[in-house]
C-alpha cells in the first residue's frame, strides 16, 4: 500500500505565503490523478485542487488565482502553491490520489480516493 505524506503546513497571517508538499510515487503522478482536500473543525473535507493524469489542473473557486498545484515525477512529490491566504484556508490539508488511473477534476467525488496522506495543518490568523 503506498502511503502518502504532506509537510509544510504552519501558521501564517492573512496575506502570507505557504508550500505544501506530498511524497507520493512517480506511478501515480504518471498515472493517477492527484488532489489536495482540506478539512477545517466541523465541516466536511472538500477538494481543493486536482492534477490529473495529463498534467491538467482544476481547483475549487475559493481559491482559483491564489493556489497551484504541480507534480514533480523526479522528486515523487505534489506540491501546493499558496498565496494570498485567507483566515478561511485554515483547515488540515490532504493530499490523495484516485484509486483508479486516469483523469479526475475538482468535480470527482471524495469515495474516488483510495490512498490518502495523514494531513499538515494550516492555520491562517487575520
Known amino acids: 500500500q503506498v502511503q502518502l505524506a504532506e509537510s509544510g503546513g504552519g501558521s501564517v497571517q492573512a496575506g502570507g505565503s505557504l508550500k505544501l508538499s506530498c511524497t507520493t510515487t512517480a506511478y501515480l503522478l504518471t498515472m493517477h490523478s492527484m488532489a489536495w482536500f482540506r478539512q477545517a473543525p466541523g465541516k466536511e473535507r472538500e477538494g481543493v485542487a486536482v492534477?490529473?493524469?495529463?498534467?491538467?489542473?482544476t481547483y475549487t473557486s475559493s481559491v482559483r488565482g491564489r493556489f497551484t498545484i504541480s507534480g514533480d515525477k523526479a522528486k515523487a512529490t505534489l506540491y501546493l502553491e499558496m498565496n494570498s491566504l485567507k483566515p478561511e484556508d485554515t483547515g488540515m490539508y490532504y493530499c490523495?490520489?484516485?484509486?483508479?488511473?486516469?483523469?479526475?477534476?475538482?468535480?470527482?467525488?471524495?469515495?474516488?480516493?483510495?490512498?490518502w496522506g495523514q494531513g499538515t495543518q494550516v492555520t491562517v490568523s487575520s
Open positions: 490523495a490520489a484516485t484509486a483508479r488511473p486516469g483523469m479526475a477534476t475538482i468535480r470527482t467525488p471524495l469515495s474516488e480516493y483510495n490512498t
Open positions: 492534477l490529473d493524469s495529463e498534467g491538467r489542473t
